[in-house]
């Protein structure tokens, strides 16, 4: 596996890799990987014929009290993990790689941007599409790959890439989960062992959810009511949102035959975010 700092030299081993006709993967990170992360690694290995991977914290989609001093960072850890997966190119750019002085340049999905997680993080998504585009520019990968577990940012990508006619194809990939159903996540490492178990009330309201839905109910509200009845069980758990909404436009919807179902919330200082697609059996 080679690694490159540099956003020409990265360009150019991209550009090589897809000589020939070769499909190039593309999976970007922030590192701290686990193994949802490389899940996407392994999907994209299976689609495609060269893969590359980034690991880059990106400070413009953290807002000003939020938590990009303290993410874990392991470039080390990373790179042996991503080695071991095949990725034959990895990106671990500086701040000012990518964001040299002067840059003024932002991307940016109206609409989408200012729902679910948009609206709690109002520059959240402004930074993830500005990077990802970037990001883009620069792999040219044929195809990339993130996870379900982001499905906000799932859906505001696949938009960006269909508006700007970006030719890469969006392959979301299905959340892995923790053995007793947390959803895998860098941020799961903030948890300490008194609040670990708490922020598996996450995970059994979307499962109640689920449930109801299989039973039959396709009210949303009152899908919505039972998945908070479970978060009341748990005080410890402070809601953001509990919404159920269109996988594609992320607006509300009533019937939610086929819908997501979303939800963010904080663990003592630790916001997680899960979701789960309803569909009949």
């Given at each position: 596996m080679r690694t490159l700092t540099a956003i020409s030299e990265m360009r150019a081993e991209c550009r090589t890799a897809r000589q020939g006709g070769k499909r190039l993967g593309f999976v970007p990170t922030?590192?701290?990987?686990?193994?949802?992360?490389?899940?996407?690694?392994?999907a994209a290995r299976e689609k495609c014929d060269v893969v590359a991977a980034s690991v880059f914290v990106n400070p413009k989609q953290f807002g000003p009290n939020e938590d990009f001093a303290k993410y874990p960072r392991d470039l080390e850890r990373d790179s042996k993990l991503l080695a071991h997966e095949g990725v034959a190119l990895l990106f671990a750019p500086t701040a000012e790689e990518m964001y040299p002085a002067g840059a003024e340049t932002v991307v940016y999905v109206e609409g989408l941007s200012e729902r679910l997680c948009g609206r709690s993080r109002p520059r959240h998504f402004r930074g993830v599409t500005t990077v990802v585009a970037k990001l883009f520019n620069i792999v040219e990968p044929d195809a990339a790959f993130f996870g379900q577990k982001d499905a906000a940012q799932l859906a505001i990508i696949r938009?960006?890439?269909?508006d700007l006619n970006i030719p890469v194809e969006i392959v979301g990939c299905p959340i892995v989960r923790e053995p007793d159903g947390l959803a895998m996540s860098s941020r799961n490492a903030y948890l300490s062992p008194a609040e670990r178990p708490h922020a598996l009330a996450l995970s059994r309201a979307l499962r109640q959810m689920?449930?109801?839905?299989?039973?039959?109910?396709?009210?949303?509200?009152?899908?919505?009511?039972?998945?908070?009845?479970?978060?009341?069980?748990?005080?410890?758990?402070?809601?953001?949102?509990?919404?159920?909404?269109?996988?594609?436009?992320?607006?509300?919807?009533?019937?939610?035959s086929g819908a997501l179902v979303a939800i963010a919330a904080f663990v003592g200082n630790t916001r997680l975010i899960d979701n789960a697609i309803l569909t009949a059996k």
């Open positions: 922030m590192g701290a990987l686990h193994e949802g992360h490389l899940s996407l690694v392994r938009r960006m890439a269909r689920e449930e109801n839905f299989a039973a039959g109910e396709r009210d949303a509200n009152k899908l919505i009511a039972a998945g908070k009845a479970v978060l009341a069980q748990q005080p410890v758990v402070k809601l953001d949102y509990l919404e159920i909404v269109d996988p594609a436009t992320l607006e509300p919807v009533q019937d939610a």
